[in-house]
């Protein structure tokens, strides 16, 4: 079961001002070590290091709201939202903002001092969708922009255009793009790891209505595109002469239910680039009526969407409906983005493609079959969640082995941290509440330096993906299995494990509990024992029980050199002494010795029982009221005294409850009980 953290809980930094609102996009320089944000009317510029601290904002200046809301645009929908910005080979940033439905671009001025905005602009249209809500994505490879988004007004008109010297974009009609919802977009540098020279290809991530399908149901496809296409000569003249499409599934739930993909992320293999792997986060189709919804995470290797598009093609039929093509494929090869074998015929650039290709692959843009999960299956599946963002890191732990640790993002301001390694499948290690608020996370993303920066409308939250410190024992820091962290058994504590030098500091991750101090304790039902714990300070110390602060109570006698413990057969599991100490208002905890009780049914009868107890009882007392005498003469020798100020914090209490979908009667979503604690953040 994935622990549960609060945001009072994390190492969490947190941006966030009163009049600050409507953030639309992200970007981060590490060459420089700021967060550009783009919200609504400015851009603000934040230290990587700590978003805490503010270091520029530049407003986008006042625009002309009257024809806007004269369209019936209401006045906060005609305000101008900073919606894309890309770095440019030169430095400067391109920024593009809604500006009252008339797109706008201009660029920002980085240097050592501050940040400016230039005064020319230059219209944004066909870059950028006009309503700010509208989903749509773009990316810069070089100085050429790639974009996918609405053209006009009311976002009716579809394009998926390069920004080049010439703009290629697709072919009008519903056959390309029916009524798409725009995800994302990745570059895959083929060309370095292909063995025939093969151009690089473009892959575009969307939702559109599936024109094979009779119904016409919401489906999820992946599209592909060249990165040197340029347009045909004569025939799709300045439209994309390599634009194929196919189906994108991500079984689970219903049958019969598609999956829409939410978010997907390239996690490249720099070694072969053909190994690199597709991450998506996909939700089942929503119905009206439904109260249980259900989210996966899906994984596809670059090699399997390639062969898919080598696969066949479909055509439509005079019924309307679509069956594979069984013709005759014209020549030169369709399905292949310019190689080395087109060019020794002659083939060089788009341009020399015949009209008989171009005319093909204008009708015949959807492959047959689906590009299908690399295990075959969901990585993960979670019911009662709405899976949106995701973003993925490799990791190498103390043992050796290689990890993918996936960051996924909800719709309630929850990150939930997850682990794949292989065939075993995903497990999540813990969940973190980055945002007070439930509100959708609406961006992440992951530097180099191991931080973690997501947003949603109206705050930025960053977060190390190296912070271990919420593992509070060594029993916490072994079970969670998380690839950054080890047991530190000379400190005591769970530490990263990048950099470390001394292997011999750390428990791997192949290691068990055994090797954390854990005694095993067998108790009789309802017969008292002692359970010692002698902190070598002069620290307050408490108890927690499965996780749970342990509260003083009939069964539970808290005292200063241990626990009595009169156990009932609920009383099993784990009992953890720990010190407690507050430095600056954050509290530290130490773990001091654990106890793994188990609990028997004794031979004794009631009478014998309390007879027990109380001489168990008695014996305690004897045993501190010596402690006490010997304190006291050691007391008389000391110079001095020390006083130790502390802070108690509880903890929520957890409980599991699983989604009442039948589809998926092993998903548990943990979550808080309500339990009444400080909340340290004011999001």
Not at 121 to 144: C, L, Y
Not at 367 to 376: F, I, W
Not at 487 to 496: E, I, Q, T
Not at 554 to 582: A, M
């Amino acid at each position: 079961m994935p622990v549960g953290f609060f945001p009072s809980d994390i190492n969490l930094k947190l941006f966030k001002e009163p009049d600050f609102d409507g953030l639309s996009s992200l970007l981060v320089r590490e060459d420089i070590g700021l967060l550009f944000v783009g919200a609504r009317g400015k851009v603000i510029t934040l230290s990587l290091n700590d978003i805490t601290e503010k270091t520029s904002e530049v407003g986008t200046g006042s625009e002309d709201k009257s024809q806007c809301q004269n369209k019936g645009k209401s006045k906060e929908e005609c305000d101008n939202y900073i919606t894309m910005m890309h770095t440019l080979s030169d430095g400067r940033i391109l920024v593009c903002g809604t500006r009252a439905f008339d797109p706008t671009c201009t660029h920002l001025i980085v240097d050592e001092e501050n940040v400016t905005m230039e005064d020319t602009t230059q219209s944004g249209r066909g870059k950028i969708p006009f309503d700010p809500k509208e989903k749509f994505a773009s990316m810069m490879n070089g100085n050429t922009l790639y974009t996918a988004g609405s053209l006009n007004f009311l976002g009716t008109r579809m394009a998926f255009q390069k920004h080049a010297q010439n703009l290629i974009k697709n072919e009008d009609g519903f056959i390309w793009f029916f009524e798409p919802t725009i995800i994302s977009m990745h570059m895959a540098e083929i060309n370095k790891s292909s063995e025939n020279n093969e151009d690089d290809n473009m892959f575009l991530f969307l939702i559109e209505n599936g024109i094979e399908e009779p119904r016409n149901l919401r489906l999820s496809r992946v599209a592909r595109v060249c990165k040197s296409d340029v347009g045909g000569m004569r025939m799709l003249r300045r439209k994309w002469t390599s634009f194929l499409k196919v189906r994108l599934d991500c079984p689970f739930g219903d049958i019969g239910s598609p999956s829409l993909v939410q978010d997907v992320f390239l996690l490249r293999d720099e070694n072969n680039l053909m190994n690199s792997v597709f991450y998506a986060t996909f939700i089942l189709n929503p119905e009206p009526s439904s109260t249980c919804s259900q989210s996966a995470v899906c994984a596809y290797k670059l090699s399997d969407i390639r062969q898919v598009f080598r696969g066949n093609f479909m055509t439509e039929t005079a019924y309307g409906t679509w069956v594979r093509f069984m013709g005759a494929l014209p020549s030169p090869y369709p399905r292949s983005c310019i190689n080395d074998e087109m060019r020794a015929s002659g083939v060089k650039t788009s341009y020399d493609l015949p009209d008989s290709t171009l005319q093909f692959l204008k009708n015949h843009p959807l492959m047959e079959g689906a590009v299908t999960p690399l295990t075959g299956k969901p990585l993960l599946v979670r019911s009662m969640a709405q899976f949106s963002k995701i973003v993925v890191d490799k990791v190498t732990s103390l043992d050796g082995e290689q990890h993918n640790v996936m960051f996924i993002s909800n719709n309630s301001g929850w990150l939930q941290k997850a682990v794949w390694s292989g065939d075993d499948g995903g497990r999540i290690i813990e969940e973190l509440q980055l945002f007070q608020d439930p509100q959708p996370i609406r961006f992440l993303q992951l530097s180099r330096r191991g931080q973690l920066y997501s947003a949603t409308r109206t705050a930025v939250a960053q977060l190390s993906v190296r912070d271990c410190s919420r593992y509070t024992s060594c029993a916490d820091c072994l079970i969670a299995r998380d690839p950054y962290c080890g047991w530190d058994h000379l400190k005591g504590l769970c530490a990263a494990v990048a950099g470390a030098s001394n292997f011999s500091m750390y428990v791997t991750l192949t290691k068990t509990c055994s090797l954390c101090q854990i005694t095993d304790i067998h108790l009789t039902a309802d017969v008292a024992q002692f359970l010692p714990c002698s902190p070598d300070t002069n620290l307050p110390m408490r108890w927690r029980f499965s996780g749970k602060i342990l509260e003083p109570g009939p069964r539970h006698i808290l005292l200063s050199q241990g626990l009595v413990l009169t156990p009932s057969f609920t009383d099993e599991g784990l009992y953890t002494c720990e010190t407690v100490e507050v430095v600056k208002g954050r509290e530290h905890k130490k773990a001091v010795i654990q106890y793994n009780v188990k609990v028997s049914e004794g031979g004794v009868n009631w009478l014998q029982a309390i007879v027990i107890s109380f001489l168990a009882v008695f014996c305690v007392l004897c045993v501190m009221l010596i402690i006490s005498v010997c304190w006291k003469k050691k007391s008389r020798n000391r110079v001095g005294t020390t006083s130790v100020s502390y802070d108690s914090t509880e903890q929520p209490e957890w409980k599991t409850e699983s989604c009442s979908c039948e589809s998926d009667p092993d998903t548990k979503k943990t979550i808080p009980n309500g339990v009444e604690k400080k909340k340290k953040s004011t999001v």
